[in-house]
């Protein structure tokens, strides 16, 4: 007997590779997820004896916490948060980092559609017109309907000059014109990362500039959902995450589904203000928010 495991993206990946490696007689033993897919075991005989598989061993049962469970939050994530105080639990197994501060490259806010990306960019540049500092404001998403009326309302607001992009080449030319130091925040146009011709647009657009990717996902996504599609965007070179709509959604297994893909925790949406709508998350400000009932708000 012959046994394989093979692990990839997804599971007709996975199917495939086996019926290619193996033939359409394999014996498909077990499926799981892990880490950036799914892996499966299967085996093929090479002679008449019969094939036995020997039972699994039965993992040790771990209480996972109800602030956890209620969130569904994955299993497998559940289970290394489910050690110790989980304020404690979160900071060893999630990464958490300041939101970058633009000010060495450009801060691309990039994501799926309908993600949160323009207000987002809206509170950062409020932000940091409050502090006195006028950042470079740009605009990459002048094909979708109302995008650019809408990013370009918060710049009159703000009295800042807004620059729209509708490709790579003009992206670079509007970031060329960035002061040394001044904070540049980009508004990207939504992608699915899952289709080719989408991605390589976003590749395009990144290119055109050194800066930092930033994937802005919204709070209340399906946890698988959310991981693979935080995984792909890390391929594309996001490596820090802002959620959106924390304080609307009631499950958030999705958000630490998705930093759990290997994305920094940096500042959190947290209301339709521009002013003061974004939050830092820390481990002790997550677990609070996990902790409590959908229905109470958490105190800053």
Request: glycine share 10%; charged share 20%.
């Amino acid at each position: 007997m012959r046994m394989r495991v093979i692990r990839a993206a997804r599971m007709s990946d996975a199917m495939a590779q086996l019926r290619a490696e193996m033939g359409e007689d394999a014996v498909l033993l077990s499926t799981r997820r892990v880490n950036g897919g799914v892996e499966i075991t299967a085996a093929q005989e090479q002679d008449d004896e019969p094939l036995v598989i020997p039972p699994e061993a039965a993992a040790p049962s771990r209480a996972i916490p109800a602030e956890l469970a209620r969130h569904n939050v994955p299993a497998e994530l559940a289970a290394r948060l489910a050690e110790g105080r989980l304020a404690g639990a979160l900071a060893q197994v999630l990464s958490f980092a300041p939101l970058p501060r633009g000010t060495e490259g450009p801060l691309f806010l990039v994501g799926p559609p309908g993600a949160g990306k323009t207000l987002s960019v809206a509170k950062l540049a409020t932000r940091l017109v409050m502090a006195g500092t006028a950042p470079l404001l740009v605009t990459a998403d002048g094909r979708r309907a109302g995008a650019t009326e809408q990013i370009a309302a918060y710049a009159r607001v703000l009295g800042l000059p807004l620059a729209v992009a509708s490709g790579p080449a003009a992206l670079g030319k509007a970031l060329g014109r960035r002061a040394e130091g001044q904070v540049a925040l980009v508004d990207m146009p939504g992608c699915d990362p899952f289709s080719p011709a989408s991605a390589r647009g976003l590749a395009a657009l990144l290119a055109a500039a050194q800066g930092t990717p930033v994937l802005v996902l919204p709070a209340g996504m399906d946890a698988d959902e959310a991981a693979e599609t935080a995984h792909a965007f890390r391929l594309l070179g996001c490596r820090h995450l802002l959620p959106t709509r924390l304080d609307a959604a009631r499950r958030l297994g999705g958000v630490l589904a998705a930093a759990a893909a290997g994305l920094a925790l940096t500042e959190a949406g947290i209301g339709q203000d521009a002013v003061g709508g974004l939050e830092p998350l820390t481990p002790e400000r997550l677990a609070a928010r996990l902790g409590a009932p959908a229905n109470r708000e958490i105190a800053p």
